[in-house]
């Protein structure tokens, strides 16, 4: 078995990080599928939605207008979507900002992010292990949610 190639201040993140990059690939795909069954679809088309202009915008109008869900299940499916959205936003933190060690005594391992837009300001965040594992079960939920979704979807479309 290889070691850890990271510093030792690193390696309590190292197991919840990789949990995070599965899970929400896993969680990516599961809404690819949402969308594909919403608009009865393949995925290649599927995957134009996702690359539109504020394609949250666009998966939360599919959903209303396509889901065929009333209640408590549109709810949770919606607050899914926005869910994951957000979440998405600090998981692009975790993967893809510069991770140093602060100057304390523990080295506390932190994330510095440049803006990618004019006038943004720096983006500054210390993610604890359990901060990094919550933000992981969250997208393991969401990945639940959107393909027991989209098996609903296409359930009730045989039964028509």
Same mark, same amino acid.
């Given at each position: ?18 949990? =995070? ?28 939605? =996702? ?8 998966? =939360?109008? =599919? ?14 499916? #919606? ?22 060690? #602060? ?31 919550? #933000? ?25």
């Amino acid at each position: 078995m290889i070691d850890d190639l990271v510093d030792v201040f690193y390696r309590p993140l190292v197991q919840p990080l990789g949990n =995070l990059v599965i899970l929400f690939a896993q969680a990516e795909a599961s809404l690819l599928d949402l969308v594909a069954a919403l608009k009865d679809v393949d995925e290649w088309q599927a995957q134009a939605v =996702l690359k539109m202009k504020n394609p949250k915008e666009q998966v =939360l109008a =599919l959903v209303r207008a396509s889901s065929g869900f009333e209640g408590f299940d549109l709810s949770e499916l #919606l607050d899914g979507v926005e869910g994951f959205w957000a979440d998405k936003e600090r998981r692009n933190r975790y993967i893809h900002d510069e991770w140093f060690p #602060l100057l304390d005594e523990e080295g506390t391992p932190a994330i510095r992010g440049l803006p990618h837009k004019k006038g943004s300001d720096v983006t500054w965040d210390a993610p604890t292990a359990a901060d990094i594992w919550a #933000l992981a079960r969250g997208f393991q939920v969401r990945e639940h949610l959107f393909s027991h979704a989209a098996f609903r979807i296409r359930k009730q479309r045989l039964v028509r």
